[in-house]
């Protein structure tokens, strides 16, 4: 009887067991891991862990950058990328770049064209020219802001701020989100701003 007794515990028992094992696995038991390397993993070992099981998808943007880079040319570099990984992939900038020009933590858009001017550089198309100088609002740090009628020290930091915090400003309207940057402002500087 006794015999009988622990037979049909330990039957209860494996079956037990096996219902939550097909449970625990139903449900992906945190064993559906996808690795998903970035371009540079290689050089700074970064990994992104998918455990949803959804597949993510990275998907990739083209910018130009001539200049002050070691190689100047057109690279595929992931969405939602800062100029800073754009330039590492050209192999860094040159001894002779300006950096107060750029802005390295600036997000990059697709066909975006960016040129890093030397030290000295007179740029075509009156690029420093206060009266006439066109500024791309999401990439130009705050000396090229500040080529802006109304734009001071202060307004250039609130940009590069709110484009920190929200990211690119995806038409020339937004820049009317930025604290102390309402329509008559706006009314003096559009025709010398852009997104792209």
């Known amino acids: 009887m006794r015999r009988i007794i622990i037979f049909r515990a330990a039957g209860v028992l494996a079956i037990l067991a096996i219902c939550v094992l097909v449970f625990f696995l139903s449900q992906g038991g945190g064993m559906d891991k996808?690795?998903?390397l970035t371009p540079d993993a290689s050089e700074d070992s970064s990994i992104s862990e998918n455990t949803s099981g959804e597949e993510e998808l990275e998907v990739p943007i083209y910018v130009y950058l001539t200049g002050a880079v070691r190689n100047?040319?057109?690279?595929?570099?992931?969405e939602g990328a800062r100029l800073f990984e754009a330039v590492r992939m050209a192999g860094g900038l040159?001894?002779?770049?300006?950096?107060?020009?750029?802005?390295?933590?600036?997000?990059?858009?697709?066909?975006?064209?960016?040129h890093v001017p030397s030290v000295?550089?007179?740029?075509?198309?009156?690029?420093?020219?206060?009266q006439t100088a066109t500024v791309n609002i999401n990439t130009d740090g705050p000396d090229r802001l500040q080529l802006l009628p109304g734009i001071g020290e202060a307004k250039a930091a609130a940009i590069i701020r709110y484009r920190t915090q929200y990211g690119a400003f995806s038409s020339i309207e937004d820049i009317?989100?930025?604290?102390?940057?309402?329509?008559?402002?706006?009314?003096?500087?559009?025709d010398r701003i852009r997104v792209q």
């Open 72 to 78: 100047p040319g057109i690279y595929e570099i992931r």
């Open 120 to 130: 000295g550089e007179t740029l075509r198309d009156s690029y420093n020219d206060p």
């Open 94 to 114: 040159t001894d002779e770049a300006d950096l107060s020009m750029i802005n390295e933590a600036a997000f990059l858009t697709d066909g975006q064209h960016i």
């Open 34 to 36: 996808t690795v998903i």
């Open 176 to 190: 009317m989100n930025v604290s102390g940057i309402g329509k008559a402002l706006f009314e003096q500087i559009k």
